[in-house]
T-cell receptor, first 117, second 114 residues
Framework: ETGVTQTPRHLVMGMTNKKSLKCEQH?????MYWYKQSAKKPLELMFV???????ENNSVPSRFSPECPNSSHLFLHLHTLQPEDSALYLC????????????????FGSGTRLTVV | AQSVTQLDSQVPVFEEAPVELRCNYS??????LFWYVQYPNQGLQLLLK??????LVKGINGFEAEFNKSQTSFHLRKPSVHISDTAEYFC????????????FGQGTELSVKP
């Protein structure tokens, strides 16, 4: 267990369904990230939240909608997805800025394996 | 813009052999460098990081990496691999004062055969 918990671990949904992915951390981090990892493709940064404010949205389709109600929780709301959205969705957290001790790197969750049918 | 290139998408190797996974980055300013490992059906786990100081960095599971500023490289090495090292390995970089955002390479799939 890394300290970043993602639920569910696996999700199968139809193209007309609405579902949500959840990420939770109690590491004292206040930056959180959503990544998409597709087979044979690099990690794609989707969203960045720092101090509960969205600071980056990398041209992600509107069928993906993030929510960060507090610094410990991050959601990814899904609706009317396409089969090409099937992937491993990874959540990560970190300290948002470099400190005197240096950058700590990200702590990742185990991911949610999403299959869109 | 900075980028990270992992020169090998797949590296097959026999058990107990040495291995080197290559990583080059492009940045004109000081950087922090990282290697992550991803085992099947899991998230990414930090192996090691270079922040400053000694250019040879030791990480978990017997891995080490050497920061070479003149060649802008941060290659990962292990003198003797095990079957359990089979995984995907990612190199990542961030710049000073960039607010912590990591840029990842494409990944290298290490396959250790008996």
């Amino acid at each position: 267990e890394t300290g970043v918990t993602q639920t569910p671990r696996h999700l199968v949904m139809g193209m007309t369904n609405k579902k949500s992915l959840k990420c939770e951390q109690h590491l004292g981090h206040n930056a959180m990230y959503w990544y998409k990892q597709s087979a044979k493709k690099p990690l794609e940064l989707m969203f960045v939240y720092s101090l509960e404010e969205r600071v980056e949205n990398n041209s992600v389709p509107s069928r993906f909608s993030p929510e960060c109600p507090n610094s410990s929780h991050l959601f990814l709301h899904l609706h009317t997805l396409q089969p090409e959205d099937s992937a491993l969705y990874l959540c990560a957290s970190s300290h948002p800025r470099d400190t005197r001790s240096g950058h700590y790197g990200y702590t990742f969750g185990s991911g949610t394996r999403l299959t869109v049918v | 813009a900075q980028s990270v290139t992992q020169l090998d998408s797949q590296v097959p190797v026999f058990e107990e052999a040495p291995v080197e996974l290559r990583c080059n980055y492009s940045s004109s300013v000081s950087v922090y460098l990282f290697w992550y490992v991803q085992y099947p059906n899991q998230g990414l786990q930090l192996l090691l990081k270079y922040l400053s100081g000694s250019t040879l960095v030791k990480g978990i599971n017997g891995f080490e990496a050497e920061f070479n500023k003149s060649q802008t490289s941060f290659h990962l090495r292990k003198p003797s691999v095990h079957i359990s090292d089979t995984a995907e390995y990612f190199c990542a970089v961030t710049r000073l004062n960039q607010g912590g955002k990591l840029i990842f390479g494409q990944g290298t799939e290490l396959s250790v055969k008996p």
